[in-house]
DNA sequence: TCTATTAATTGATATTTATCATGAACAGGC
DNA sequence: GCCTGTTCATGATAAATATCAATTAATAGA
């Protein structure tokens, strides 16, 4: 993790989280005045579960993953954390620590932003607050969703899933580069690394993805879609 | 579900959702005037998951269960909802649909407040909404948490957690009535019914606790705790 | 380029969990 | 009280998943 502003201001930042756009000018100054920035190499954890929330955390660019440390030194994998998306978990309105950690996936480029500043913004202005509590909804619905497919699908519907996630909320591509080892995607769908490998080449020999190494491209996304929603 | 005011008002209401300790006498009187109460019957449904997100729902007294409708119709039973608890899901501020069913375990009394108003009281209260995040945020806390529970515990360890809740949550007592049938307790620990039946054999053969058809008594706390924990 | 280390793969096996079938216990309606 | 449908309980079996051990492939440093 290095500092200095590569970023000239909030206000021109094409990567700003979109809930910005209810501030008033000023507040976005004041945003602006007191955002540190950071970049972090591949591997680097950028927020480290059960330290204090001092700071709201925006990702600028590269990707991360965000995940919880479980039992026995068990990772979950909750989802990854793309350009644009504002990092900031529940224990920040409950007991003011991190509820998971972060690590940037590739080099990431990230702003933290105070969140004492961050808190007033919300309490005085309504349809900042508001905004904020649309963000946090959708990640809870998303929460929810992911809840039940872990607990009521067999291991290719939940990595059949998260194989989708990638091509529709990361990549928006049916071709893309995987940018997790087996192991992590093991810790994202709750299987063992090497249920993973012969999940994949399952689903390679039915003809429903390529897979190699790095890559996975969907062939037959209605099949995927299939296995996924059927369990 | 009958409907006619049991309740005097929310200003003297005993069980009135904490939060609105942050609303003036005027906005609680907004509240009052607009509120709907009704009473359920055991097993009547109170939400259904899919419709539309017309209300936020406060619960009065009873208990009730929050679930998601799944795959196959198999539930997923998220906790259980006590008097003074807010029932509003995520979707109220994402899809205006309601994210998961409510069905009442014993009979119920509730209150209906229009979504719209609530929402208005939200964006012009900054304490109040700064609550709600509270109280959004403290539930996402415990599905996050019980999420690492679900994918990396086995069943003794899932069912030992939620006998845990069922004492520190709901009853806040070392002896309880086990108010769900072991299909439920499946639901909520994502196990089928006749494993529930064995592990709570295997936990009373223990020593842990005492288990008969409706009652459930804690006789080693410390044992069910490390359980619960290890996995 | 070579080497040390890590990740991916594969097969065999053990463990965990679900399903099926059956009978017992229980609860509500009349 | 007695019938009847539902839940609970139990054993046997099948299916799903994890673990272990061994090998191969890829990668980062020196």
């Known amino acids: 993790m290095s500092s200095g502003n590569l970023i000239v201001s909030c206000e021109k930042c094409t990567r700003k989280w979109k809930n910005f756009q209810h501030l008033t000018k000023s507040e976005l100054q004041l945003i602006n005045e007191n955002r540190y920035e950071a970049t972090f190499k591949p591997g680097e954890i950028m927020l480290k579960q059960g330290s204090p ?32 998306m504002l990092i900031m978990g529940p224990g920040a309105y409950v007991n003011s620590r991190h509820t998971y950690s972060v690590a940037a996936i590739t080099s990431v480029q990230a702003c933290f932003i105070g969140f004492d500043i961050f808190k007033q913004l919300v309490r005085v202005n309504g349809a900042f607050a508001e905004s904020l509590i649309e963000d946090i909804s959708a990640k809870s619905l998303r929460s929810h969703i992911r809840m039940v497919n872990l607990s009521q ?25 995987m940018i997790l080892s087996r192991q992590e995607l093991g810790e994202m769908t709750s299987m063992a690394k090497e249920c993973v490998v012969r999940i994949l080449k399952e689903l390679e020999d039915s003809g429903v993805i390529y897979s190699d190494l790095s890559k996975i491209k969907i062939l037959d996304r209605k099949k995927l879609i299939q296995i996924s929603e059927k369990g």
Not at 60 to 84: D, Q, R, S, V
Not at 158 to 168: G, H, K, N, T
């Open 153 to 177: 699908k067999r291991m290719s519907g939940r990595l059949a899933e998260v194989l989708l996630y990638f091509s529709d909320e990361v990549f928006h591509n049916d071709e893309y580069e």
């Open 53 to 84: 929330t001092s700071n709201a955390l925006f990702m600028a660019n590269g990707m991360a993953k965000t995940y919880i440390e479980g039992i026995n030194g068990k990772n979950f994998i909750m989802n990854i954390a793309l350009p644009g």
